[in-house]
Structure formats: structure tokens, C-alpha cells
């Protein structure tokens, strides 16, 4: 089983500064990788996916993430925050070949006016 | 769209109820999740499915079961709801297994008192 840190709960950012929120799994076996967004009582929405090729992932809203395979890392970055972006945020990971999803303990992300 | 939906968004049962959480997606997928969402804890699986009548269990089965007689439809009951059950419950289903994404419903905030 996977094990997945996020290592910040909370991250307060000014408006139109840029974000990274910081996301490491465990195991070095080869592995799907996904940020998810989840606004006030609502489900998780995609914002982006890693499966294969360029390590450089682009998502909706302006958010990228950045796959390392010898780190075990896939931070997420925006370069510039809007307020709407307030929301919490979720890394997960699922090994080839498996059924399960691991999944950080979330993010909360508040953009300051 | 894929679409998952929720039976309830609002719940509210008194202690040593019985619950049933129902769960449907439109878009034939083969395997559907129910986790439990809190505050610093992140999602928690509870059980998944990968075919009708199929179940395995997750992280947090206990005190929880499920049924999945149609393919479409993945429900949670608590056999007794205690107040530890307090929490949000997500629903979550995927193609198969393999590279693909989980799409989620809107939750269901359940308060057992």
C-alpha cells in the first residue's frame, strides 16, 4: 500500500502571488499521480493527472504539477493565485495494475485579498 | 459528463439506526468506492467494488457494509450508526482498473446524534 504526504495542512497565500503545495508517496513502484480540488460541500473535481511521458503535467485553472520519480514527489504549483482558488486540495496516487487510490490528508489553500 | 450522484446531501439519524447511503453513476463503470472524509484525516476508504455483487474491503470497513446488485448503483449502509459515523461520505467510481481517473459525487454530510 501506498502512503502519501501532504506537508502542509494549511496554506494561506496573498492574491496574485504564486503557490506551490507539496505532495511525496512512498513507494518507487511505477504509479499513476493526481491532484484533486474539493470546494465547500461539494466532491472532488480533477484538476490534473500523471500517467506517462513529459514529468511536466498541465491541468485546469492554471495549475501544473511536476512529477520526480527519484524524489517520489508531485508538487503542485500555480504562478499566480486568484481568490477563487480558496479550496481544499488533495494529492493521490494508484499503482498499475491496482484497484485502489491512496490519498493525502488534503491541503487547504486560502488566497488572501 | 460521467455523473455520480448522491441520494442525500443532508442527512440527519439518531443513534442505532439503521442507514442506508445510496450511491448511482450513468456510465457503466466497473468499479465504485465509498470513503469517509474528515477534517485532518483526508478520505479513508471504506469498501470498493470492482463488479456486481463483488466487494473487498478497505481501510475503515468496520461497522459499515455494502451491496452492489446493479452496476450502476453501490450502497453504504451502517448497520447501527453511532455517533463515531458523524462525517462525510464520498462515492466514487472509475472505467476499470488502469490509468483512469475516480469521479466523484456531491457527498453526503451525515450527523448521527
Known amino acids: 500500500a501506498q502512503s502519501v504526504t501532504q506537508l502542509d495542512s494549511q496554506v494561506p497565500v496573498f492574491e496574485e502571488a504564486p503557490v506551490e503545495l507539496r505532495c511525496n508517496y512512498s513507494?518507487?513502484?511505477?504509479?499513476?499521480l493526481f491532484w484533486y480540488v474539493q470546494y465547500p460541500n461539494q466532491g472532488l473535481q480533477l484538476l490534473l493527472k500523471?500517467?506517462?511521458?513529459?514529468?511536466l503535467v498541465k491541468g485546469i485553472n492554471g495549475f501544473e504539477a511536476e512529477f520526480n520519480k527519484s524524489q517520489t514527489s508531485f508538487h503542485l504549483r500555480k504562478p499566480s493565485v486568484h481568490i477563487s482558488d480558496t479550496a481544499e486540495y488533495f494529492c493521490a496516487v494508484s499503482e498499475w495494475g491496482g484497484n485502489q487510490f491512496y490519498f493525502g490528508t488534503g491541503t487547504s489553500l486560502t488566497v488572501i485579498p | 459528463d460521467v455523473k455520480v450522484t448522491q441520494s442525500s446531501r443532508y442527512l440527519v439519524k439518531r443513534t442505532g439506526e439503521k442507514v442506508f447511503l445510496e450511491c448511482v453513476q450513468d456510465m457503466d463503470h466497473e468499479n465504485m468506492f465509498w470513503y469517509r472524509q474528515d477534517p485532518g484525516l483526508g478520505l479513508r476508504l471504506i469498501y470498493f467494488s470492482y463488479d456486481v455483487k463483488m466487494k473487498e474491503k478497505g481501510d475503515i470497513p468496520e461497522g459499515y457494509s455494502v451491496s452492489r446488485e446493479k452496476k450502476e448503483r453501490f450502497s453504504l449502509i451502517l448497520e447501527s450508526a453511532s455517533t463515531n459515523q458523524t462525517s462525510m461520505y464520498l462515492c466514487?467510481?472509475?472505467?476499470?482498473?488502469?490509468?483512469?481517473?475516480?469521479?466523484f459525487g456531491p457527498g453526503t454530510r451525515l450527523t448521527v446524534t
Open positions: 500523471y500517467l506517462s511521458g513529459s514529468t
Open positions: 466514487a467510481s472509475t472505467p476499470g482498473t488502469g490509468s483512469y481517473e475516480q469521479y
Open positions: 513507494s518507487s513502484v511505477s504509479v499513476y
